[in-house]
């Protein structure tokens, strides 16, 4: 009896085991991975391209296991679901966690190529207070390339959204209202049934990635000129990344600054998204250099003081980073 007991003890392990005995295999990790973005679409592939460079190099060592986008976690709930280690790692911009960290706000007025934002001091600050607010690591931001527009169903004959209701995220919010608008706040996946409706008559997003969920299909115009700089980034719980090694933590970190210096391969790609939306007809309403430079000033005046006015100290202290 006891030796069948002690048998089937010894075949559990070996057989749950993932590879052959060796130092290593005990100390393979599983993170749990979401994105805040639906899979397979523009702001999820970088990470997805991350999950599969971490899982070919890290056999052995740590494997993650990517639940999914949306329909996994709601987009606005992504942040404290790391927070709380209901999921180990996860792909959200901080637009999405600003109730648990008001200065995340900050971030699309910060854009650094990836060299020059981990020597500076703006890495080390933005992932302290993750450690503080999100009990998170900061492992990436994957661009800082790629600006927003407002995109519109109506046309309008000067840069004034009054009477006009957009879709927002707190990225938009204070320009929306700025030039007149109602913002009206949803998730990524609630923004085609609200134009198709008519809820909104127009809505804020990234040059990329409008074709993902069929948009384009009810978009009209595009409000030039694009402004501010998204930011979607990579986070894992911090008890999770104190509870690795040091390998584990290099490969993860190496592979995070592999994806960061990718976003340079998005400026031809963002051309080009300017020419497939022309050919699928949607009109860029440009009012000239002049709107354009005081819509610019605008919108980093209105950005910074919401900013600032939520969070003085460190809202003060990343302006200063942003050098902007
Ligand atoms: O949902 C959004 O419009 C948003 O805030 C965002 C931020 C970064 C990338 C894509 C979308």
Known sequence: MMRRIAFAGLAAVLFASPGPISPVWAQEVTLKAVSAFAEGTQFARNFERFIEKVNAGGKGLIKINYIGGPRAVPPFEVGNAVRTKVVDLANVTGAFYTNLMPEADAFKLMAKPTGKYRQDGSWEYINQLHNQKLNAWFLARQFNNVPFHIYLTKKIDKIDLTGLKIRVTPIYKDVVEAYGG???????????????????????????????LGWDKVTKFRLEPAFYAADVNILINLDAWKGLSDAQRKLLTDTAIWIETADADNLPVIAAERDRQAKAGIQA???????????????????????????????AKLRKLAGN
Do not use: C, H, N
Not at 285 to 312: E, N, Q, T, Y
């Open 182 to 212: 109602t913002p009206i706040t949803t998730a990524p996946g609630e923004v085609y049934t609200a134009l198709e409706r008519g809820v909104v008559d127009g809505y804020g997003w990234p040059v990329l990635g409008i074709f993902d």
């Open 285 to 315: 309403l440009d009012f000239g250099p002049d709107a354009s430079k005081a819509f610019l000033k605008r919108a980093g005046d209105v950005g910074w003081a919401s900013v600032i006015k939520r969070a003085p100290e460190a809202g």
